[in-house]
């Protein structure tokens, strides 16, 4: 899948956690790296830094009781000098994330064709990460994602010590990679919550995760964004890891 070079871009990330927090430096950095092509970030998550967070995630005892996603944000993009944007807040309807999906329209001059006159314009590249851990999250993007004309979107999901990172490609109305719903159906079934549908001692329960995991999860995730921004293109439909046999298995696309 081939995309421009020189479109503006915007990541939007849901979650800034376990693999949330170790994707925002990098993509910082690589955002940085584009020099003047036009790049905004933001990242999205309701969540507050916790002690228990410590162990594995991306914060500092300085960090405690504060939103993730205002954590990072402030944190790299004052480091790299880029536009801080964050949303504190979890995103669970569709007309919200369709909103956030919209891309930008430049107008950049005008053409002749036809008999009549015909604006040019420049549409922004729109990435979707999902760096969520539940898969009430994970359908509502999926839906999304469907609704939407062009749309880019990375998700990521793993256990203690393996996981995957799948990227689904819409354009033109078009699906040409399929998102993690129809590798992993699995995900859509339905029986999950919301972060904010959770009860106290539900949201106190975790499933056991290993930094590594999470860290690997990340560098699959900004490989492929690089891809897709720096190469202009990208063969991988989606990444399966273990980080206990230090594998990474790609599924490439057939080129036809």
Not at 37 to 64: S, W, Y
Not at 70 to 75: D, F, K, S
Not at 124 to 152: P, T, W
């Amino acid at each position: 899948m081939r995309f421009a070079q020189n479109r503006p871009v915007k990541i939007v990330m849901l979650g800034a956690g376990g693999t949330g927090g170790h994707i925002a430096p990098h993509l910082y950095r690589l955002l940085y790296a584009l020099g003047q092509r036009e790049c905004r970030f933001l990242i999205v998550d309701g969540d507050l830094v916790e002690k228990k967070n410590l162990v594995r995630q991306n914060f500092i005892e300085a960090d405690l009781g504060e939103n993730k996603a205002r954590v990072l944000a402030e944190r790299y993009s004052s480091v790299f000098g880029l536009e801080t944007e964050y949303i504190p807040s979890y995103i669970e309807c569709e007309e919200e994330l369709k909103k956030l999906m919209t891309p930008r329209v430049w107008e950049t001059g005008r053409y002749y064709s036809a008999g009549k006159w015909h604006n040019k314009t420049l549409t922004e590249l729109v990435i979707l990460i999902g760096a969520v851990d539940n898969n009430k999250s994970r359908s509502l993007c999926h839906r999304v994602f469907y609704q939407m004309k062009d749309l880019v979107y990375i998700d990521s999901g793993n256990g203690e010590y393996t996981g995957q990172v799948v990227c689904g490609v819409r354009s033109g109305g078009r699906t040409y990679y399929k998102p993690v719903g129809v590798l992993y159906p699995e995900i859509l079934d339905g029986t999950d919550k919301f972060p904010t549908q959770l009860s106290c001692a539900e949201a106190s329960v975790s499933a056991p995760q290993a930094i590594t995991a999470n860290i690997t999860a990340a560098c699959a995730v900004v490989d492929l964004v690089y891809n897709i921004l720096v190469r202009g293109e990208t063969n991988v439909q989606a990444v399966s890891f273990s980080t206990t046999s230090v594998n990474m298995r790609p599924t490439m696309i057939r080129k036809s």
